[in-house]
């Protein structure tokens, strides 16, 4: 039973890239999320779903995408990277009414 | 709207003595309420969490925590610090029940333990 499964692990991005950020569960989760954490700021919610084809925006949604096709992966998609964006990126996932499993996280540096 | 204050960002203790780190919430509904712990370099693991049964929960590697509905509180306690419990702490609040699909995260507290 893997879990929440996050790839790449580091990743290094010139200013106006994209990127997609991959998140997949085999728990056969409803809930999935992408956070960032900077340092001071604690975790702020990017984008959720509460189902396949269910998508709305966090906290901090500017300049990126999500879209949930299945129930296993929610991707988090970066238009034209900033070096605002360089931060550490956790996918979670949660059957409703439980708690939230967390990825390893992905380290994104824009350059 | 819901939001989570961690009184410290950085606390310190030597081996042994008692371990208190602070969390205080603000939820408009019931909430449920989760302390996670984070090694360097690594995700957050679940330490445990009020989903409104016991207002005293315990959790994993010694840790405890009590839900004060009047002091707005949840406050983790372990009784004797280890090398090993050095990380960083966070508090975080959701909605109860099947609506809990947002955490709200407090900012952390890093916990040091001196020997």
């Known amino acids: 039973n893997a879990g929440v499964t996050q790839t790449p692990k580091f990743q290094v991005l010139k200013t106006g890239q994209s990127m997609t950020l991959q998140c997949a569960q085999d728990?056969?989760?409803?809930?999935m999320s992408w956070y960032r954490q900077d340092p001071g700021m604690g975790l702020r919610l990017i984008h959720y779903?509460?189902?396949?084809?269910?998508?709305d925006q966090g906290e901090v949604p500017n300049g990126y995408n999500v879209s949930r096709s299945t129930t296993e992966d929610f991707p988090l998609r970066l238009l034209s990277a900033a070096p605002s964006q360089t931060s550490v990126y956790f996918c979670?996932?949660?059957?409703?009414?439980?708690?939230?499993?967390f990825g390893d996280g992905t380290r994104l540096s824009i350059l | 709207a819901q939001s989570v204050t961690q009184l410290g960002s950085h606390v310190s203790v030597s081996e042994g003595a008692l371990v208190l780190l602070r969390c205080n919430y603000s939820s408009s509904v019931p909430p449920y309420l989760f302390w996670y712990v984070q090694y360097p370099n690594q995700g957050l693991q679940l330490l445990l969490k009020?989903?409104?049964?016991?207002?005293l929960v315990k959790g994993i590697n010694g840790f405890e925590a009590e839900f004060k509905k009047s002091e707005t509180s949840f406050h983790l306690t372990k009784p004797s610090a280890h090398m090993s419990d050095a990380a960083e702490y966070f508090c975080?609040?959701?909605?109860?029940?099947?609506?809990?699909?947002?955490?709200?995260f407090g900012k952390g507290t890093l916990l040091t333990v001196n020997p």
């Open positions: 779903s509460v189902g396949a084809g269910i998508t």
């Open positions: 009020y989903t409104s049964a016991a207002t």
């Open positions: 979670a996932s949660s059957p409703a009414g439980q708690w939230f499993h």
């Open positions: 975080a609040v959701s909605i109860s029940g099947g609506s809990n699909y947002k955490l709200t």
């Open positions: 728990m056969n989760h409803e809930y």
